[in-house]
């Protein structure tokens, strides 16, 4: 009898657990980002059928490439779009460029391309000589490129962010620490308040690999490929056993102290390389990769238990005309035979 009068409560508290569980785990993706900075690689379209093939269902691209866009059409592959830096400073100087933009490159797509958010910049940051000059107009293209997409109506389909990285931190340890560095505070703040204002995420790469290899002293290996055997960094309450966590954390911390705290972070890149360093073996990225993907589809930061971690590996395929030292031509998943490196399980 009490439960035949209180059907509409209960109705309510089994939606709510069903709402709670997609929450902790229904959002949990891996996806894998698409970069085309080789003269051998595939087709775009033999590139989706190789996502496809292996249960990849979000991809992120660096530029609206009309190949790429095309070959998604109909796929269902969840896409993080980026407008190259290349493009920040005529999309935040005229609203009509961005409005085109998006009309070109998502409008035109959204049909049946399915568009999750667009990446307004890549690691731009103030503090740093190569990209300060842009860092001026990452928040302006931000705010004209979510006006296009609202007129578009598509504003509850596509968020609009932009992708930051580990520099962007002035303290990171422990974890709770976490404050983003003074000279990016007027920077990062307004990006900040622009995402709470249009529910967005804050889209990061974390790479544990660039900050054990630029720290070897104090970090260990296993704490970084999560093989640690038990807790390594008890911070408060919280305890840590591998770094990419303390990492994703870090931010989380930071973003609380500058008026973030309901902001949720997309790792929008993280990976491993198998050549050009010491630390980067066959061996290391296999084990990185498997263990990461394995934490990821269950699991959660200790500062943000039952919180899903969407996570976009870095890369497909190796790159072998990507600029930089020799790793950087090494963190593909696939060789550009389309040959898995790692026999990975995605699903």
Known sequence: MVLTRNKPLLAALLLGFVIMSYLATGTQSIGVCYG??????????????????????????????????????GSDIQLILDVPNDDLQSLASDAAAATIWVQNNVVNYASDVN?????????VLPTVHSTSRLAQYVLPAMKNVQRAITTANL?????????????????????????????????????ISFLTENDSPLLANIYPYFSY??????????????????????????????????????????L????????????????????GDPAATMHNARTYYRNLI??????STPRRPGQAIETYLFAMFDENQKPGLETEKHFGLFTPRQLSKYQISFS
């Open 155 to 191: 504003k509850g389909q596509i968020k609009v962010s932009t992708a930051t990285y580990s520099a962007v931190l002035g303290t990171s340890y422990p974890p709770s620490n976490g404050s983003f560095h003074n000279h990016v505070s007027s920077f990062i703040n307004p990006i």
């Open 294 to 299: 394995n934490h990821v589809k269950g699991g």
């Open 256 to 275: 609380e102290k500058a008026g973030g705290a309901n902001l949720r972070v997309v790792v929008s890149e993280t990976g491993w390389p198998s050549e």
């Open 36 to 73: 085309r900075l080789g003269n051998n690689l595939p087709s775009p379209s033999q590139v989706i059928n190789l996502y496809k093939s292996n249960g990849i269902k979000s991809m992120r691209i660096y530029d609206p490439y009309l190949e790429t866009l095309q070959a998604l059409r």
């Open 115 to 123: 568009f999750r958010y667009i990446a307004v910049g890549n690691e």
């Open 213 to 254: 290899t630029g720290n070897r002293k104090d970090i260990q290996l296993p704490y970084a490929l999560f093989t640690a055997p038990g807790v390594v960094v008890q911070d408060g309450s919280f305890q840590y056993r591998n770094l990419f966590d303390a990492s994703l954390d870090a931010l989380y911390a930071a």
